[in-house]
């Protein structure tokens, strides 16, 4: 049994060479017609001096809906797993810390330390996710990026505070990740009542205000993405589904 493990660990690396070793030995020049088109084109047709942006949320939004719809697949069946591992009692005795002092009373996996830092990181982080997800047209960012780190905020904020909010709730992440989901399929479709194609920005392109689609799909796939992790992350620590 060690000896075929030792083997598919073999193949599988000598698999993966092959591979990578065609891209690096091949001579075939890469693509540059479509690069230069986006570079020529991509900030007068969307509006975005981003390229990325331009790109994921312009020329190839399709591929965007697909990778939302397989995070919602993937959150739905890690939640699904999670409830049925929640049943289960796990017994605090048998974790410890080196700072056993410290150790919060309602919740032996949080000390003060880390409450404080947590709690005073949390609306940083927050504000620079929201940062990220607002200006990815003209810098660096997103809507994906500034998901994970707004959704790095929530779970700072649950880690911060024993007082349930809002923000930190599940059931209430869980909704606001519905709707924005809902939000995106709304904004997928509203090029087919303005004549310009599903997925296609209902505003004239060439226009200032072109971006503000941009914008708008970067906000709802922030939220979408940084909903559904803080929900995820926030049930693997035992969050409540209380509304």
């Known amino acids: ?86 049943k289960e009692k796990v017994d605090e005795e048998a974790v410890s810390f080196s700072l056993a002092p410290e150790k919060r009373p309602k919740n032996s996996l949080r000390t003060h330390l880390l409450e404080v830092v947590s709690s005073k990181l949390g609306p940083i982080v927050l504000l620079f996710g929201f940062y990220v997800m607002l200006y990815g047209h003209i810098s660096p960012g997103g809507g994906f990026q500034g998901g994970v780190i707004v959704a790095s905020a929530i779970v700072f904020l649950a880690l911060g505070t024993e007082t349930k909010s809002k923000l930190t709730n599940t059931t209430v992440l869980s909704r606001l990740e519905s709707l924005a989901f809902l939000a995106l399929i709304l904004a997928s479709i509203s090029g087919v009542f303005f004549e310009s194609g599903f997925f296609s920005n209902p505003i004239k392109p060439g226009t200032s205000l072109s971006v503000n689609f941009i914008i708008l799909l970067n906000i709802i796939i922030g939220l979408k993405v940084g909903t559904s992790i803080a929900t995820m992350c926030i049930a693997m620590m035992g969050g409540s589904h209380d509304s």
């Open 1 to 86: 049994m060690k000896y075929l493990r030792l083997a598919k660990q073999i193949f599988s690396v000598l698999l993966v060479a092959a591979v990578v070793s065609v891209v690096i030995i091949s001579d075939h020049s890469w693509p540059e017609q479509g690069r230069d088109y986006l570079f020529a084109n991509a900030l007068s047709e969307t509006g975005a001096s981003n390229t990325v942006s331009s790109i994921y949320l312009g020329y190839r939004a399709m591929d965007t809906l697909g990778e939302t719809l397989v995070l919602l697949v993937a959150i739905t069946g890690t939640m699904s797993i999670l409830i049925n591992l929640g």
